[in-house]
């Protein structure tokens, strides 16, 4: 019923910019926060970044001061712009958006599929 479906993934060179994509489609009603964690080779899924519906934003240390997370609420789509890439920001990203569908009244829990980003020093 409802999918989130990343974009923008793949190689990137240390010092470097890549930007991710996620729109989310499907009989949705509202979206509530919208998330962006990553999950690098042998380590647990950790979060990067999480905006609110009206734009509040946290960082994760690691990538504070370097990524910014946006997103459009017509589009019903989130954003991750990385800035000054790091070999160790390599990770698929995932996204991650608390959806209510029409005629629903609770917020749903969604992921995307995840795309990778590699970044080469």
């Known amino acids: 019923q409802v999918q989130l479906v990343e974009s923008g993934g793949g190689l990137g060179q240390a010092g470097g910019s890549l930007r991710l994509s996620c729109a989310a489609s499907g009989r949705i009603a509202s979206i509530n926060d919208m998330a962006w964690y990553r999950q690098a080779p042998g380590a647990q899924r950790e979060l990067a970044a999480v905006?609110?519906?009206?734009?509040?934003?946290n960082y994760a240390d690691s990538v504070k001061g370097r990524f910014t997370i946006s997103r459009d609420n017509a589009k019903n789509t989130v954003y991750l712009q990385m800035n000054s890439l790091k070999p160790e920001d390599t990770a698929v990203y995932y996204c991650?958006?608390?959806?209510?569908?029409?005629?629903?009244?609770?917020?749903?829990?969604?992921w995307g599929q995840g795309t990778q980003v590699t970044v080469s020093s």
């Open positions: 905006i609110t519906r009206d734009g509040s934003t």
């Open positions: 991650n958006a608390n959806i209510r569908i029409s005629g629903m009244l609770t917020y749903l829990n969604y």
